[in-house]
C-alpha cells in the first residue's frame, strides 16, 4: 500500500496564477478529505468527500477555492487565483469511514509570492 | 460546537524524561472519537490511536500510553523515556459522531511542540 499520495510536493507561484492541488487516496477508502495548516489556524478542514460526492465544503475559504473527485482514485484542490495568504501546507486525507483514523498525505506546501 | 485544547504549546525534555501531553476537549455529542496524530519534522502527520467515547480504559502501546478521562474531559499522551526520535508536534483530534453537522469531521488542537534533547 503506497498511502496516500500528494502531488506536487512544493509549489512556488505567483499571486493571481491557478494552482492545482492532487491526491491519490488509498484504494477501498470511501472518504477523502483536504485539510490545510497555517501557523496562525493550524489545520482547518476544508472539504471532504464520500464515495467521489463532497458532503461538506463549508471550510473551503471563498469561490477562489474549488475540488472535485472525478473518481475513487483522484482528486483535486484547485486555486484561482491564488492569493499571497493562500501559502500553506494543504493536506489530503482518506479513510474507510467517516470515523476511522485518517491516513494524510505528505503535504503540498504552497507558497504564493 | 466541539473543540480541542492543548494548552502546552511547547515542552522540552531530556531523553529518558518522562513527559505527558495535555488535551482538553469540549462537545456535546455522546458519542464521539479521540485521536492522537505526529507530526514529525519531515511534515507527514502520522496516525497514533484512536478512542471512542465508550471506552475509557488507558491503552499503552509500548513506550506510549493515553490516559482517557470522561469526567474531566481529557485524553491525555504520555511518552516513557522519551527518546530524541519523539521529537515532533503532537495533536489532539475529536471527531463527533451522534450524526449532526459535525459527524466525521475531525477538529484539530493547536498541536504541542515536543523537543527531546539528548
Not at chain 2, 513527559?19 to 455529542?29: K, M, P, S
Not at chain 2, 480504559?57 to 506510549?64: A, D, K, L, M, P
Not at chain 2, 483530534?93 to 539528548?118: C, N
Request: proline letters at 4%; aromatic letters at 12%; charged letters at 20%.
Amino acid at each position: 500500500d503506497a498511502g496516500v499520495i500528494q502531488s506536487p510536493r512544493h509549489e512556488v507561484t505567483e499571486m493571481g496564477q491557478e494552482v492545482t492541488l492532487r491526491c491519490k487516496p488509498i484504494s477501498g477508502h470511501d472518504y477523502l478529505f483536504w485539510y490545510r495548516q497555517t501557523m496562525m489556524r493550524g489545520l482547518e478542514l476544508l472539504i471532504y468527500f464520500n464515495n467521489n460526492v463532497p458532503i461538506d465544503d463549508s471550510g473551503m475559504p471563498e469561490d477562489r477555492f474549488s475540488a472535485k473527485m472525478p473518481n475513487a482514485s483522484f482528486s483535486t484542490l484547485k486555486i484561482q487565483p491564488s492569493e499571497p495568504r493562500d501559502s500553506a501546507v494543504y493536506f489530503c486525507a482518506s479513510s474507510r469511514d467517516r470515523v476511522d483514523g485518517y491516513t494524510f498525505g505528505s503535504g503540498t506546501r504552497l507558497t504564493v509570492v | 460546537a466541539q473543540k480541542v485544547t492543548q494548552a502546552q504549546t511547547e515542552i522540552s525534555v531530556v531523553e529518558k524524561e518522562d513527559v505527558t501531553l495535555d488535551c482538553v476537549y469540549e462537545t456535546r455529542d455522546t458519542t464521539y472519537y479521540l485521536f492522537w496524530y505526529k507530526q514529525p519534522p519531515s511534515g507527514e502527520l502520522v496516525f497514533l490511536i484512536r478512542r471512542n467515547s465508550f471506552d475509557e480504559q488507558n491503552e499503552i502501546s509500548g513506550r506510549y500510553s493515553w490516559n482517557f478521562q470522561k469526567s474531566t474531559s481529557s485524553f491525555n499522551f504520555t511518552i516513557t523515556a522519551s527518546q530524541v526520535v519523539d521529537s515532533a508536534v503532537y495533536f489532539c483530534a475529536l471527531s463527533e459522531a451522534d450524526g449532526g453537522t459535525s459527524y466525521g469531521k475531525l477538529t484539530f488542537g493547536q498541536g504541542t511542540i515536543l523537543t527531546v534533547h539528548p
